[in-house]
């Protein structure tokens, strides 16, 4: 009956086509999920009611210019009570989980409101207004407000995420602790982009410093004042990315066959290292630990003075590791991956970005009808070859 009553009524259907959580509960008309300004400058989520007027099954102009609301006493943005428009505190009971803590009152120059759609978005502006200026991101509309709400590693709410609506999807990888190992460019791509995502922790493994060549490939950039202090790479790193979020774990070393059992616990590894002999040790530990890892690479050359090349990921799972054997794992004296330490920080970032949608897929953040366990994108084809 609710659903249908809403798409009897122009007002009501309105409301509900421009994305705001609308129902109606015992005869009264339903607004949840609006921002405001509590008394501590937080921006909250409220919800606001008032009786339906009817004739039959169609809305008539409402009986008076008020409404109810659950939540603590609306503010500017500064922490200020706001008494505009909130006329007393009133408790008002519509049901268990519904129940209005302040009367609010805000009369029309005309007197009187012409339809609900009218008199709920005044209400509604009036609420938000606040809560924009403290953060933009937020709304009453198409908005997952108590995703927002959640405690989070975010130092700040994540709104891109709740305007989009993907916070059921991003919370499939919410428990994971991922583990990038080197935090060269392509490294330090893939710490950007598992950054923004609500992983609870993020280990980085690196023992080198940062030095200008660094400057050139990696998402940002540093000042020359942080270049003479040659900051170690995870401590730079750290520093960087936690004003964003908690959880980043740094540790200054270089893994090898007397520590790779720092990795263990871990539910997904990132290899982004440069020297192939230095992956035995690693993969070999995480193939008998049963750890999930994509190792990312890339071979680029100087031919008739221009660059070719190509950039690789290979993914390996418990349940297959069948692709081991395009990772290099000992050194050849032709071996030319980072022979000539050619790296250009767009193919960093590509290289970074196929193994950051390879693990997302595999955590089903992306549909799928095959995993590619291996990929390589070659450069002057501009080709991607998958392997399932």
Not at 15 to 21: D, F, M, R, S, V
Not at 42 to 59: A, H, I, M, Y
Not at 88 to 105: A, N, R, V
């Amino acid at each position: 009956m609710s659903i249908q009553l809403i798409d009897l009524n122009d007002d009501l259907r309105k409301l509900k086509n421009e994305g705001y959580n609308i129902s109606i509960v015992n005869a009264n008309l339903v607004v949840k999920g609006i921002p405001y300004v509590n008394r501590e400058k937080k921006v909250l989520f409220g919800t606001l009611f008032c009786p339906l007027t009817l004739s039959g099954e169609k809305t008539v102009p409402p009986q008076d210019h008020t409404v109810r609301f659950m939540g603590e006493h609306p503010c500017d943005q500064f922490g200020t009570e706001n008494k505009s428009f909130v006329n007393s505190p009133q408790e008002h009971t519509l049901t268990s989980d519904i129940i209005g803590s302040y009367y609010f009152s805000s009369k029309p120059q005309n007197g009187s409101y012409p339809d609900f759609h009218t008199k709920m978005t005044k209400y509604i502006e009036l609420l938000s207004a606040p809560a924009k200026s403290i953060d933009s991101g937020v709304s009453a509309q198409d908005f997952e407000y108590e995703a927002y709400s959640d405690i989070s590693v975010f130092k700040y709410p994540d709104t891109n995420t709740a305007r989009a609506g993907l916070s059921n999807i991003s919370d499939r990888i919410k428990d994971q602790s991922i583990a990038i190992v080197g935090l060269g460019g392509t490294g330090s791509f893939v710490l950007d982009f598992v950054s923004k995502t609500p992983v609870k922790q993020i280990s980085l493994f690196d023992g080198d410093v940062m030095l200008n060549h660094n400057a050139f490939r990696i998402p940002s950039a540093m000042s020359l004042d942080e270049l003479k202090k040659r900051p170690s790479k995870v401590s730079y790193f750290k520093e960087k990315y936690e004003i964003l979020r908690d959880g980043i774990i740094e540790n200054d070393v270089f893994i090898n066959e007397s520590n790779v059992n720092l990795l263990d616990g871990h539910d997904f590894v990132f290899l982004a290292i440069d020297k192939a002999e230095a992956k035995k040790a690693i993969i070999d530990h995480l193939v008998v630990s049963k750890i999930p890892f994509v190792d990312l690479g890339m071979g680029i050359s100087v031919v008739d003075n221009s660059l070719r090349g190509l950039i690789r990921k290979t993914l390996i799972t418990p349940d297959n590791n069948a692709y081991l054997s395009k990772i290099a794992t000992e050194h050849t004296n032709d071996e030319n991956v980072y022979s000539q330490n050619i790296q250009i920080s767009e193919l960093n970032a590509l290289n970074a970005i196929l193994g950051i949608i390879t693990w997302k897929k595999l955590y089903r953040f992306y549909l799928t009808e095959d995993i590619f366990y291996n990929s390589t994108f070659i450069v002057d084809e501009e080709e991607i070859k998958n392997e399932t």
